[in-house]
């Protein structure tokens, strides 16, 4: 009956792929990209030619000597993401020969032993420092007085400095209780209590992890982690009915994506420190659209938070003020626009830098009661009769050497007439820095 199900199964391979050698190399394919097959079981093959940094295990069965011992074995020593070793289980006793395998191979006059050290770590070895990374990670609490004030330790870490050095701590505990709990020997010889400890913290850990990177939006480079710390999770850290899911990065300028998140949240204080996060991060990304009025912007929230933080403002005064700030950021709104530039972006930004690089030097008369507004209004014109075509700007514009030289020049000179007109005191340092400054908010502006 085996032989009938083997040869019904081989007649749909040779069906769907053609032959065995298609077949094989679509399975090895899938292996190297995707996330199935997870296991592929090989006799003599894959020993050369096979390179798949995310083999994460080799399984030994069978007798290997030699080079092809050290073939093997190279398998698993690639790293990827989520991946800083690979791991060897040795069923047949092979890596007892692995010294005479590498004198072997390596040919005993040029072979140090030295330079191999470190090679091959025995598993236990590793997992001897879960205990100290178990302690390195409570030790960043250690002053919270009342262990189980969940909102303490978000507090805590309200400093980013000591939130990264947590994110760090915790995936180093994470990867060495995957590799603890994988371990026969571990199992069998540390008591229950000792390991139901390090599970019931890891929960807790990865749980605080995920609420304190959703309160303070970190947009975390640890992607590389996340894959086997899931895996840690789903098979020893949660129960039954329960989800510990790592949260995925939202779209900051997705209005709904950004109040579903919102909602994940409980408390007043932690949806404004993740609102007033978040708008700070998007303000980054926008900064040079219009440098000093996002600087100011992205001020006042700093100067909200530390309020709430020193407890000059209430939870409830906080939140308002982060979804306040938060909604004046993305309609745009500002306060004081002169009238001529409103609905003009472009031109307003270019107006927060003439009062700025020309704060007190801008008088006032009676037939141009507001000289920056004014200025502003004929650079961003200036700008737009260069690179606007057919209504359109120029394709590329931004690159192109002769036009940004065309624009330079005609502000240069729109500058020195307006100098001139009005009595102005605008030295050529400032006037430079303000073509600078104001030809990168129109590159990023005009595309």
Known sequence: ESEDQVLKFWKAILD????AENYEKSLISAFKKQDHPEIIIVVDKLLTGFDAPNNYVLYLTRALKEHTLLQAIARVNRLAPGK??????????????LDSALETYSGSSNYDAADLEGTLTNISEEIKNLPQAHSEVWDIFKEIRNKYDEAAYEELLQDEAKRHIFYEKVSA?????????????????????????????AKFFLGLRISVKRRYFDDLEYKEYESQVQKLIDKHITTEGEILRITDLVNIFDKEQR?????????????????????????NVKMNEDPVYFKKLSRLIRDTIDDYHQHRISEAVYLNKARGFEDQFHSGRQDNVPENLVGNDTAIAIYNLVNEIFTGRLTRSEDVPNIGAFMAEGIDSVIRSIVFENGKPIIDWVNKSDIEGKIRINIDDYLFDLKAQQDLDLPFELIDKLLEEGLKVAKLKYV
Do not use: C, M, W
Not at 181 to 200: A, C, D, V, W
């Open 259 to 283: 109040n579903q998140e919102v909602e994940k949240i409980t408390s007043k204080a932690a949806k404004a420190d993740h609102i007033a996060s978040r708008t700070i991060k998007a303000i």
């Open 84 to 97: 800083e070793h690979g791991l060897i289980i040795d069923y047949y006793g092979n890596l007892e020969n």
């Open 173 to 201: 505990f994470a990867r060495l209780l995957k590799l603890a709990l994988s371990s026969f020997e571990f199992i069998s010889k540390t008591p229950e209590q000792q390991i139901n400890k390090y599970k019931q913290d």
């Open 16 to 19: 769907k792929y053609g032959n």
